[in-house]
């Protein structure tokens, strides 16, 4: 630990003197739930306690180091978590530089959210689970990321009057590449045949790297909004395209609605079992709040109806509120709707919290609770959440 800690140190001087500017941030969330209830999902009905963070993972306690030179054209950033079990890679291990004004050249683990479309309010920021609350993020239109396969790749960003695209390339490390038989003499597999043995991981041919990719782009529309349009691959063939657009020309409206369509719905051949999801999510700015509302409606798959014995469509509406109350309160509420096309029943769930807000972090404690027509599941939590 004590060599960590001086590596880390030399790092900081290091980067002081070279880059003229030099930042540590950071953000984390950690939540307890000392009552839960969650059924009988694990064989009892005892009340329980919970301990994590919204997604289900321990608590996050992230710091962010980053620097740039002076003229602004290259930089560095790092991410790391200090988990309570583990200590690991944030969102961004990235070097990125600009050849000109235009372009932008990243290589490492990166995300790049000029064009993304979120919906994130509610019990999405609280425990997800107890609040049935997993939409919120990319649903509209996903960031760009070169992490889309677990590992990371290169991307290449271009900013020119109103215009911004991005060409991502996923899954270059050498751990996770494509395995070649280096030595056609050696049946090392025992089957007779010396040809297909593969013994080396030398890395991703450039068809696949070519396979795992993501292209976007989009175009700002002065005074009126924000149309984009992406083709997210995969090696496998398990991608998809969006489309979307955003209104910016109503004062205190923020609307966003697309549509994603996957490369595969041949459900019969291992494809997706819906052939399109239209998505849209809205808030509305008030006198001391903020109203929010999404919606999904995924077209099922014909053969996967047939297989399934699945309906046409499956939906979920969501309505939430963010109000201030006053010295410093703030009130957080949602309620939502989900039916998937092979449920027999919908799951109807809600959160309601209040939380003290400081500069830089928040406290809250709410109730959660959703009820699947079948059981019911609640959870009482207490989230703190820092940024700076």
């Not at 790049?112 to 609350?133: C, M, P, V």
């Not at 490390?173 to 297909?196: E, F, I, K, P, R």
């Amino acid at each position: 630990m004590k060599k960590s800690l001086l590596a880390l140190l030399i790092v900081l001087l290091s980067a002081t003197v070279l880059f003229a500017e030099v930042s540590v941030g950071g953000w984390g969330r950690a939540i307890v739930s000392p009552i839960t209830q969650d059924g009988d999902a694990d064989g009892q009905d005892d009340l329980e306690a919970w301990a994590g963070t919204s997604w289900g993972g321990d608590p996050r306690v992230g710091f962010t180091l980053s620097a740039q030179s002076e003229d602004g054209m290259i930089g560095v950033q790092a991410d790391v978590n200090v988990d309570c079990t583990s200590v690991g890679q944030g969102d961004q291990q990235k070097i990125w530089a600009k050849p000109n004004d235009m372009f932008t050249v990243v290589i490492g683990r990166a995300y790049e959210d000029t064009l993304r479309g979120n919906g994130a309010f509610g019990g999405f920021n609280w425990i997800r689970q107890y609040g049935n609350a997993w939409t919120g993020e990319d649903f509209i239109f996903a960031r760009a990321r070169t992490d889309a396969t677990g590992s990371y790749g290169s991307m290449l960003i271009l900013d020119v009057e109103g215009l911004h695209a991005v060409a991502s390339f996923a899954g270059m490390d050498l751990a996770s590449g494509d395995s070649y038989d280096t030595d056609l003499t050696d049946d090392s597999d025992g089957d007779g045949d010396a040809t297909n043995d593969a013994d080396a991981t030398v890395g991703h041919t450039t068809e696949t790297m070519f396979g795992n990719a993501q292209y976007q782009v989009g175009y700002n529309i002065d005074g009126v909004g924000l149309v984009r349009a992406q083709v997210y691959s995969f090696a496998d063939e398990s991608g998809y395209y969006q489309a979307a657009f955003k209104l910016t020309s109503v004062d205190n409206l923020y609307l966003d609605f697309g549509v994603t369509v996957p490369q595969d719905s041949d459900y019969t051949e291992g494809g997706a079992n819906y052939d399109a999801t239209l998505n849209g999510y809205m808030n509305y700015g008030i006198d001391g709040g903020t109203i929010h509302a999404l919606a999904i409606v995924s077209l099922t798959d014909s053969d996967y109806a047939d297989a399934e014995d699945a309906e046409d469509i499956g939906f979920e509406v969501a309505a939430g509120l963010d109000y201030g109350i006053g010295e410093g309160l703030s009130l957080c509420t949602d309620v939502r709707y989900n039916k998937g096309a092979t449920a027999d029943d919908g799951t109807i769930s809600g959160t309601l919290g209040v939380t003290k807000g400081y500069s830089n972090g928040k406290i809250g404690v709410g109730v959660q609770g959703y009820n699947d027509g079948d059981e019911t599941y609640f959870a009482v939590p207490v989230t703190l959440e820092y940024w700076f």
